[in-house]
């Protein structure tokens, strides 16, 4: 039995859904609408503390990245394959491996959890402003909402086969891509253990999932003004 405990102060610093709560809390003055209730507040709270995260992860990625880059020039001829040629694996330390594969893991699953909970909160606010989403709509309505704001949605997709294969599938294996090097490296994470990078499906490269973060930063700023707009009219 818990019979004493220390509570931590949790500092939650992103402000995504502050904007919102102020559009809601100006229409309840106004007598427009009525406070959302405790799960609302709950929700957005989870999504705050998840939305914090994300640049953590972010950053301790990029730490690894710049790490990984710094180790490669230790790298020998014998180490670089190309389609002609094989070559020896390039070792480095298993504490940077391992941290990278948790940080690539770490990012998809909060970016899928981030755009669930986003959903919950779109859907949520929806309902209580007089404007309800079937369910079975939630994703295709939040969808047309970023689209009618001229932004891409590919992302959606992209991020859902991205997490989907490794949680359920799989797990992360690395290459770093030379074709470019030293202006630029890339990192080929592979869905098996690969010899040939022939076949797209089969790797998904660091860049991609720098565009994926990108069209979901844009994203929820589009759907923050969308939901502040529907308390606003």
């Known amino acids: 039995m818990v019979s004493q405990w220390l509570h ?9 859904v502050l904007p919102i709560w102020n559009a809601i809390h100006e229409a309840v003055r106004e007598g427009r609408t009525t406070h959302p209730g405790d799960s609302a507040s709950q929700l957005s709270l989870h999504l705050s503390t998840r939305l914090a995260m994300l640049p953590v992860i972010s950053r301790r990625l990029n730490e690894g990245y710049a790490q990984l880059v710094a180790a490669l020039e230790g790298r020998a001829s014998h180490h670089e394959w190309t389609n002609e040629r094989e070559g020896y694996a390039f070792p480095i330390p298993q504490e940077l491996q391992y941290g990278i594969l948790v940080d690539l893991d770490s990012l998809l699953f909060e970016l899928k ?6 959903l919950k909160f779109f859907a949520l606010l929806h309902h209580h402003a007089g404007k309800p989403i079937p369910k079975n709509k ?7 909402v970023i689209e009618e704001a001229e932004q891409d949605t590919s992302w959606l997709t992209h991020l ?9 599938h799989g797990t992360l294996y690395f290459a770093v891509d030379l074709s470019n090097a030293p202006e630029r490296y890339d990192l080929l994470i592979m869905k098996e253990n690969l010899r040939t990078f022939e076949d797209r499906t089969k790797f998904v490269q660091l860049s991609e999932l720098r565009t994926i973060v990108e069209g979901f930063e844009r994203s929820k ?8 707009d529907i308390f606003s009219e």
């Open 138 to 144: 939630h994703w295709s309505e939040l969808t047309k």
């Open 8 to 16: 931590i102060d949790m500092k939650v610093t992103d402000p995504w």
């Open 221 to 228: 700023h589009v759907l923050r003004k969308h939901l502040i």
């Open 113 to 118: 959890a981030c755009g669930e909970l986003l």
């Open 160 to 168: 859902k086969d991205c997490r989907g294969f490794f949680i359920h």
